[in-house]
T-cell receptor
C-alpha cells in the first residue's frame, strides 16, 4: 500500500520553462511534506518543505503547493535549468513520528 | 567534512556472508536512520535510533541488526546475506523529526 505516490516516473522540460512535479498521498494524518532531489550515485538532498498549516512555500526558484483537501502537493521550478536534471522525491510524515514515507520519484530532464 | 558518511560505498559479497555498513554523522543530530532503496526505487525506512534508543523498527528480517554505539554512529549488520538484500542502503540523520540529511548510499550486491 503506497501511501505516497508520484505517478509520473519522468518529465522533460525545456530550459527556462516551468517544471511541475506532482505528488499524491492517501494518509490524512500526514502533516509535513518534503521534496528531495537526487543525483546519480549520491544521497537525496533536501530541497524544500511545507507543513499542513500552509498551502504554499517558496524558496528561490522552487515553490511547493499543498492542497490538503485533494491530498496533493506539487513542486514548481521556475525557470528550469539543466542542473535541475535529477530524480525528485516527495516525502510525507506525521509530526513527531520521525518516519517519512517516500514516493518513488520523478526523473526530471531539463533540455538545453 | 562530509555531514553523513557511510562506508563502504560499494559492497559485493556472496550469499550467506555476514557484512556491516557503517554510518557516521557530524551534524550533532539526535536521530539516525537506515533506509533501503530497492530495484523499484522505493525508499523504505528500516530503522531509526534516537539518542542510541531504537524508535522505529519496520518489518525487516531479523538478519538485519542496527547498532548505535553513540548518537553520532548507526551501523547496520546483515547476517546470512540473500540475493534479495541487493539494494542501495542510505543512512540519514535529523534533528527532531524535521527532514533528513542523507549519506551518499551503499550499493550492496549479493551474488
Amino acid at each position: 500500500d503506497q501511501q505516497v505516490k508520484q505517478n509520473s516516473p519522468s518529465l522533460s522540460v525545456q530550459e527556462g520553462r516551468i517544471s511541475i512535479l506532482n505528488c499524491d498521498y492517501t494518509n490524512s494524518m500526514f502533516d509535513y511534506f518534503l521534496w528531495y532531489k537526487k543525483y546519480p550515485a549520491e544521497g537525496p538532498t533536501f530541497l524544500i518543505s511545507i507543513s499542513s498549516i500552509k498551502d504554499k512555500n517558496e524558496d528561490g526558484r522552487f515553490t511547493v503547493f499543498l492542497n490538503k483537501s485533494a491530498k496533493h502537493l506539487s513542486l514548481h521550478i521556475v525557470p528550469s535549468q539543466p542542473g535541475d536534471s535529477a530524480v525528485y522525491f516527495c516525502a510525507a510524515s506525521t509530526s513527531g513520528t520521525y518516519k517519512y514515507i517516500f514516493g518513488t520519484g520523478t526523473r526530471l530532464k531539463v533540455l538545453a | 567534512d562530509t555531514a553523513v558518511s557511510q562506508t563502504p560505498k560499494y559492497l559485493v559479497t556472496q550469499m550467506g556472508n555476514d557484512k556491516s555498513i557503517k554510518c557516521e554523522q557530524n551534524l550533532g543530530h539526535d536521530t539516525m536512520y537506515w533506509y533501503k532503496q530497492d530495484s523499484k526505487k522505493f525508499l523504505k525506512i528500516m530503522f531509526s535510533y534516537n539518542n542510541k534508543e531504537l524508535i522505529i523498527n519496520e518489518t525487516v528480517p531479523n538478519r538485519f541488526s542496527p547498532k548505535s554505539p553513540d548518537k553520532a554512529h548507526l551501523n547496520l549488520h546483515i547476517n546470512s546475506l540473500e540475493l534479495g538484500d541487493s539494494a542501495v542502503y542510505f543512512c540519514a540523520s535529523s534533528q527532531a523529526a524535521y527532514g533528513y540529511t542523507f549519506g551518499s548510499g551503499t550499493r550492496l550486491t549479493v551474488v
